[in-house]
């Protein structure tokens, strides 16, 4: 992995970046309208209110330089300090407000990404493309902070900077009009060529801060592959000793060291000699100076010019600090401005990334027929001819796979690993459609039922099931308000019933001590048991086995499978399994090879058939199972 440069600029075009800002605008504020108001409030408030202060120290000074009154100057004091106090405390309060509705925007925005996952086709879920995709998004808004959220700041520097500009431009009026005395030696700043002058080089000046900025940023855009590559290595070699499973391993062989040589070796992005670090001493450490100096002169320009007015008699004394004051917030709010408007168009390049994930397209035809809910459960499943190729892959997962099921039968799916046994529960439950044929609930195609309603009459345990972190209530209801005594009743038929009334929590326990420490860490096995009891409390037409019991011996597994036969009674169930002896209670085996289907009938016939590939695994297997029992 050697460190690569990227020489791309990264740039999006203007029309482009302000439509992705428009877009990101109505995302994040779309019917949030309180935290727009909010956001304008308080910053409207913050960028005005200092103005009060100024202008009040300016009468101060002015007062203790001139007349001296006692009265106006302690009615003075009294206004800069009940004004001071007055301001704090609504901003306060607007800041609370404001800290209240951005936080729920954070969540806002998270919940649109949970959505568009959880409704997307599950063919875009499945592919690497989308993972890197979001992984990208992730890295870019943990790493540099772009993305979506990025907006809610920029639109309070611009408005503030907006109405600072304004504020100061309005107290800054009468240091270009105010003229000094005639017959003074500097009476040449009464010239409109000398304000011209100043006012250009001001100008000048104040612009050429955020050109520098913009170099800057553009040269960590730059480098923002790299950036997002170093993070990812960080974040994974670097944090390998917080994760329970990967510290044993690294303890047991001392990974350190290679974690280290990956990390740092290997991109030496954040190392003291490596790439972020020679940026800083380099380009951009120069572009930073340049920055300081352009500033300082325009420092000097300003203090100069005033003091200058102040001397030929313009100015008083407390007009040399309100304009200075003014000067500075105005060039301070230009700079604002067009800093923020660099990194809205920088942002946009990384807005491409966010809305091509809102954007990818669910292409499976959603139905609206609804699934009939007879009394009898008497359905058929019928696969015509389905073929299947995952996407991206070049071999067929599944070739041609006729056959009928009725409902209340209970159905083996056997075949070695890799033989498509799983595919076909996943085209079962429409987590994909086939590539070719169609699969049909009743005579009508799945495709035409509704998604939602058509899932509804699945219960599936994977293999590689992975329960959430939610009590075990929770876990077996899927809902938070549930029905204590069902679900009870549920963890008590497949065995778990003892383990919940020792717990003092019960049903409330979390399954994890991650985000409770009351929390228990349950084995496997009762893992296993949870899933299966949420597959009975599902209580759907169909429930589907899929060897979540791989990890168990074959005698283990079949057991596991007969009793949960027993708990199902007459519904339907498929078992699947890669090991024969664990279905062969059941109505009708049907056995995948290479992703065709080869034989179905019942245990006993199949065995007889000497030529089919179940007689030969069933022999194979016998052996093996005779071997590991005696
Ligand atoms: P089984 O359940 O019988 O072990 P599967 O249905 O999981 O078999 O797999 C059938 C074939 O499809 C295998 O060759 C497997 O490598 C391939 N396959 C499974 N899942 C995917 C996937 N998500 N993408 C690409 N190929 C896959």
Known sequence: MKQKKTKK??????????????????????????????QLAKTAFAALTPYIGIYLSALLIDELTTTRSPETLRA??????????????????????????????????????????????????????????VSRINQNSQGGGWGPDRIVWQLDNLWSSVLKLFGGSALVVTLFTSKVESGSAVEFLNSPITTATVLLLMVTITLCAPIFGAIGGRLYMQSSADHRLGNRLFGYYGWFGTNENSSVDARIYNLRKICDNYNYAKTSLFASKGYFAKLNKGKLGLVNVISSVVQSLFNVLIYFYVCLKAWGGALSLGGITQHISAVHIIAGSVRGILSTLTDMHNNAF????????????????????????RRDRDYEIEFRNVSFKYPNAEQYALKNVSFKFKIGEKLAV??????????????????????EGEILLNGIDIRKYDYRNYMSIFSVVFQDFRLLNFTVGNIIACASEYDRDRVFACAESVGLGEKIRSLPNGLDTYIDKEYDSAGVEFSGGEMQKIALARTLFKD???????????ALDPVAEAEVYQSFDKIVGDKTAIYISHRLSSCRF????????GGALVQMGSHDDLVAD???????????????YAEEQG
């Open 610 to 624: 000497e030529n089919g590939q179940y007689h030969k695994l069933w022999h194979a297997q016998a052996q093996y």
């Open 414 to 435: 056997v075949g070695q690993n890799g033989s498509g046994k799983t595919t076909f529960i996943k085209l079962l439950c429409r987590l994909y459609d086939p590539t």
């Open 76 to 133: 003075l004091v009294w206004w800069i300090l009940g004004t001071a106090a007055v301001i704090a405390l609504v901003q306060s309060v607007l800041n609370r407000l404001h800290a209240v509705e951005s936080t729920a925007m954070w969540e806002h925005v998270h919940h649109l990404y949970g959505k568009k996952m959880l409704s997307m086709d599950f063919v875009n879920i499945d592919n690497p493309n989308t993972h890197t995709l």
């Open 350 to 373: 990384f807005l491409i990334d966010v809305f091509a994930f809102f954007d990818m397209p669910d292409k499976m035809y959603q139905g609206t027929l609804t699934v009939e809910k």
């Open 586 to 593: 059941c109505d009708v085996v049907a056995v995948f090879d």
């Open 540 to 550: 759907s037409g169909f429930m589907v086995l899929d060897e979540p019991t791989a």
């Open 9 to 38: 600029t990264n740039r999006v075009s203007l029309r482009e970046a302000i439509r992705l800002n428009v877009r990101v605008i109505k995302m994040v504020y779309g019917g949030r309208r309180k935290l727009l108001f909010l």
